[in-house]
């Protein structure tokens, strides 16, 4: 059977972050073209994010929302974030920062990482992370929107959010709603399959009811209710990249400044979040059960908080990986039900973001050409990898050996494509990013030297510039940016200038 | 630790020089440790005369002045090519360095564009970009830096005689420092360790070391291959021209600032404008025409019998092998279809210059150069495919071949998906983009079955009359663009 004509109507499953995130920006970009937009969700299940950790590219989603960004954070009990820092991960008692944004200028078309490597090699000690202005303000608690000028070395600087998801639903599903998106709180008992194609045909809720669309988008999480039980698609399992497992998650009370940024602190078994909103700092203990028990995790946690915990840690289950199809036949997966890969690199939230922007581009009609979902699927598999490897990284580029998780990791085999960047780095500091490679090349260069995978030599067109020269335009810089923080105005008194939150009731 | 190595270069032809070019401007006042082994009459003879945008960005960074460039090589100006009996015998189509219109709420133009088609409205695409409508005017300017203008969405490259260009790069590296040598290549010897090359023997008996070479040989490959034996991907079933011959014409009168590519029987012949003559070539297939009906093709005013270049259009299956790197015709080979020859010798230099070992070379670099050069050469030859898959014509047996052939799985992905839906899928390579595909889709007649559908967002009259708005606008700004002859005039390359 092959329908045809316009999608008329879209039934969004699951009500969290990516189910309000997909039901805004559709009612956005079908701009009336579609009849109807649905969206199910049951009472009885929660938000999983409790501090939602974001990157930069979440700017440009509320923009295109046309939100605005002060009453976004407002709303959100949000923070601003520029960057994250890595504490033990290298080794224990090391730290670094991944930040947002530039590192220092190029020198005579020689690129500024190769300048630092050949000064290191010169003896200076100065550390990769202050030539970023990002990374520099994030450590002394400062905020500014940066320049939109690319000339100022404010233009350098880029941030993102930390928010509370559970607000950000709310105030995604007032956008949504408020422009004729339908929300059904409901429990979903049933789905439905044609017999002709094994096509969604209906979905069955608790009242009897039947609820039908021409496309439904699964935001089910995990479990992933249309994609996975319903229509079978599997799961391509990354555990023996990634095998963390569980996570005990937290919130605790403020106790100083919010930070401008997240910190991940590596454990014996895993890795703890710490994400700081306005009215609390959201925690979360991420492990691998096959290293320590649920008590145990716990218990770590809880022995690492800020302030008084303000609640008995809640625990999640995962697998890390992906569906072998995002996209089967008449259903998109989005968010968790689509793929799982720690928030180590808070990439949750974009992936549904650029999901939202493949799925715009390729929206179907009614006779659902495979070819659409085979570009859909080839594009979003492409970009989990990339991402993937990433992440990855973390944990292969590691000295410590004081644990069965980090023996594991830094012994296990790693992916071509990683270990092709990886060998390309330490023999001359060259970075290899592939096309359209969400993380650039200022993101894998922070991760790479803030892993001490160090290279060998460095580029040699950078190695004739004068020595003295090229010190000078490092000291420079470094002082520049020095000088460029001093002015800028604490996060506290930035926030409280501009997008203060109530205190939650 | 970090030295700069020593360079050899293997050929002195264009794609030679070129890599001397840019290694001097990089290499500043170490150009000396760079050496051109040059071949005399046995360089590898260039076909194209035409040079992409990119060679803008090359220039600059090899610390050429444009200018000086363009007075000192005959060059005119390049709006994009004219593309005559493609689609069918007697329909043509412009190929512009340009995008094409404007976006229209948050849907790209094309996907308008197809929509108006579809309605049986719309000018033909080439109205609607700026550098289409000013090459057929004859116009020329630069393009301007700031994005809210007109004048922002184009680019332009250039038409320029061979050898003047040759002889430029040449007189440039040897100014600064490049040492020509002038003895003759007698043997290479290998590296017992499969590391590479060991050292070249030169006529009179010296004796020539390096920590890298560079394979500037043309076709022969005399190191990349008759040394090292890398091995060649032949793609002749997918381009089947493999013989091209090469003479000039007058200039014309009105110097035109776009080249035209005009399709036969069993290939294609170029013209391509400069200020003291035009370049001419033939390109066919000798499975389809011999040498003699080839001749018979040439014009009755040609005083010497032309020399019959043979090529293969393909790749090396490593461009850098052990502490050897090809470039030019000893890389790969792609028929001047669409101007790419000099363009890929520009890209692999820049990216070896980007990867440059210190000492002696590294696996991982190689590696690296090589998955990006193979990206970027196999994307081309996709694009070049595309013009010769998609043609209508039957009237020959070469063009029934064409029509037949199996493709490359990514290019028949490609044309399935945008058949589909008009969807240009990103991709390798900063050779060519969305819009030149589109523009060869377009101009070969290849429309998607159906547009976004998004597109229906906008009701087909008020699409009509926004497409009018970008096209009237158009076409005002060509208008107001100075006359392509005049602005060389102006610059003093008269």
């Known amino acids: 059977m092959t329908a045809q004509g316009p999608i ?63 009453e976004f954070v407002r709303k959100t009990q949000a923070t601003f974030k520029l960057g994250i820092q890595f504490r033990d991960w290298a080794r224990l008692g090391h730290t670094y920062i991944h930040p947002f944004g530039r590192y220092g200028a190029d020198l005579d078309g020689r690129p500024f990482h190769q300048c630092w490597l050949r000064a290191r090699a010169l003896g200076d000690q100065t550390d990769i992370g202050e030539y970023a202005l990002a990374a520099v303000a994030a450590m002394q608690g400062k905020f500014a929107r940066p320049s939109a000028d690319p000339r100022a070395l404010l233009s350098g600087m880029s941030y993102a959010f930390h928010f509370d998801a559970s607000l950000y639903a709310r105030f995604l599903s007032e956008y949504a709603r408020a422009r004729g998106v339908v929300r059904l709180e409901r429990k979903i008992v049933d789905v439905e399959l044609r017999g002709e ?91 691998c059960s096959e290293f320590i028990s649920d008590d145990e995790a716990a218990a ?102 004081d644990s ?55 580029d040699p067109l950078t190695g004739v510039l004068d020595a003295e020269r090229l010190k000078g335009h490092l000291a420079q810089q470094r002082a520049a940016i020095r000088a460029c923080v001093d002015g800028l105005a604490s996060q506290r008194d930035f926030i409280a200038r501009n997008c203060r939150a109530e205190p939650p009731v | 630790m970090s030295g700069l190595p020593s360079i050899v270069i293997v050929g002195g032809g264009l794609a030679g020089w070129i890599a001397a070019a840019a290694l001097a401007g990089e290499f500043k006042h170490h150009a000396g440790r760079v050496s051109v082994v040059e071949c005399g009459e046995d360089e590898p003879l260039d076909l194209s005369e035409e040079a992409l945008p990119a060679t803008r960005l090359f220039l600059e960074r090899s610390g050429i002045d444009e200018d000086e460039f363009v007075r000192q090589t005959k060059a005119t100006f390049k709006l994009g090519t004219e593309f005559t009996g493609w689609p069918a015998p007697e329909s043509a189509f412009f190929h512009p360095f340009s995008q094409f219109g ?20 719309g000018a033909p695409l080439g109205e609607y970009s700026l550098t289409a409508v000013a090459a057929s005017l004859g116009r020329f300017a630069r393009p301007v830096a700031d994005t809210s203008s007109v004048f922002s969405s184009f680019s332009y490259g250039f038409h320029c005689d061979r050898a003047l260009h040759r002889e430029f790069l040449r007189r440039h590296a040897l100014a600064r420092g490049v040492r020509a040598i002038a003895h003759r290549l007698v043997d290479v010897a290998v590296r017992a360790d499969g590391g590479g090359i060991d050292a070249l023997l030169l006529e009179g008996g010296e004796r020539l070391s390096a920590d890298l070479y560079i394979d500037c040989s043309g076709g022969a490959g005399l190191l990349i291959e008759q040394a090292l034996g890398t091995g060649y991907e032949d793609w002749s079933r997918f381009l089947p021209c493999d013989r091209a011959i090469t003479w000039s014409s007058p200039k014309t009168d009105a110097l035109m600032p776009f080249s035209r590519k005009t399709a036969h029987d069993a290939g294609w012949q170029w013209s391509v404008p400069m200020r003291h003559r035009t370049g001419n070539g033939l390109v066919c297939s000798s499975r389809f025409l011999d040498t003699s009906d080839m ?28 502490n050897c790197v090809a470039l030019g015709a000893a890389a790969g080979f792609l028929e001047p279809l669409e101007a790419t020859d000099t363009y890929l010798v520009q890209s692999g230099i820049s990216r070896l210059l980007k990867l440059l070992p210190a000492g002696s070379p590294c696996q991982a670099s190689a590696e690296e150069y090589n998955r ?88 087909i009259a008020e699409l009509k009359e926004r497409a009018g708005m970008i096209r009237a606008a158009i076409r005002q700004a060509a208008n107001s663009m100075p006359d392509h002859g005049m602005f060389l005039a102006r610059m003093g390359a008269a």
């Open chain 1, 8 to 70: 008329r109507s879209i039934v969004i499953v699951g009500g969290g972050t990516a189910g309000w995130m997909a039901a805004s920006a559709l009612t956005r970009v079908s701009n009336g073209a579609l009849e109807s937009i649905r969206l199910i969700e049951s009472p009885e299940i929660g938000t999983v994010g409790v501090g939602e950790a974001t990157i930069p590219p979440m700017q440009l989603f509320n923009r295109f929302l046309g939100l605005d960004e002060n």
């Open chain 1, 197 to 287: 194609d094994g096509f969604i045909d209906a979905l069955v809720l608790d009242d009897g009811e039947r609820v039908r669309a021409d496309f439904y988008i699964d935001c089910s999480g995990f479990r992933g209710l249309l994609i996975g039980q319903a229509l079978k698609v599997g799961f391509e399992d990354w555990s023996h990249w990634l095998p963390c497992d569980r996570a005990a998650a937290v919130p605790c009370a403020s106790v100083q400044d919010i930070t401008p940024y997240t910190r991940s602190t590596a454990r014996k078994a895993g890795w703890q979040w710490r994400i700081p909103l306005q009215h609390r700092i959201g925690n979360g203990y991420v492990y």
């Open chain 1, 300 to 401: 770590t946690l809880l022995a690492n908080l800020d302030g008084e915990a303000l609640a008995e840690p809640r625990f999640l289950r995962f697998k890390a990986g992906r569906r072998r199809a995002f996209w089967e036949k008449n259903c998109v997966a989005l968010g968790l039900a689509g793929g799982f890969m720690e928030p180590l690199e808070s990439t949750s939230i974009h992936l549904v973001q650029t999901a939202l922007s493949k799925l715009q581009t390729l929206f179907p009609d009614r006779g659902f050409d495979p070819l659409d979902m085979a570009e859909f699927n080839r594009l979003s598999i492409y970009e989990y990898e990339r991402i993937r490897d990433f992440i990855v990284l973390h944990y292969c580029a590691t000295e410590r050996d």
């Open chain 1, 404 to 458: 069965a998780l980090w023996n594991y990791c830094r012994t296990m085999t790693i992916p071509d494509t990683l270990r092709h960047k990886i060998e390309l780095f330490r023999s001359g500091g060259h970075v290899a990013v592939y096309d359209d490679e969400l993380f650039i090349l200022s993101n894998w260069l922070a991760v790479l030297t803030g892993q001490f995978v160090r290279p060998q030599s460095y």
């Open chain 2, 102 to 121: 404007t976006s229209i709420e948050t849907l790209g133009f094309h996907q308008c564009w197809f929509k108006l088609r579809r309605h049986g409205a």
């Open chain 2, 295 to 322: 001749r018979r093709m040439l014009p009755e005013s040609l005083e010497s019998e032309p020399r019959i270049y043979a090529f293969v259009n393909g790749r090396r299956r490593k461009m850098w092998s052990g």
């Open chain 2, 372 to 459: 990006l050069a193979i990206t970027e050469i196999e994307q081309i030859r996709d694009f070049l495919i595309l013009h010769y898959c998609s043609s209508a014509r039957r009237d020959s047996a070469f063009w029934n071949y064409c029509g037949q052939m199996e493709l490359p799985g990514s290019l028949a992905a490609r044309i399935e998906l945008f058949k589909s839906r008009g969807r240009i899928a990103p991709c390798g390579g900063e050779a060519f983009s969305l819009p030149n595909w589109l523009a060869v889709f377009a101009g070969m007649d290849v429309l998607p079955r159906r547009y976004h559908p998004f597109a229906d967002k906008i009701g």
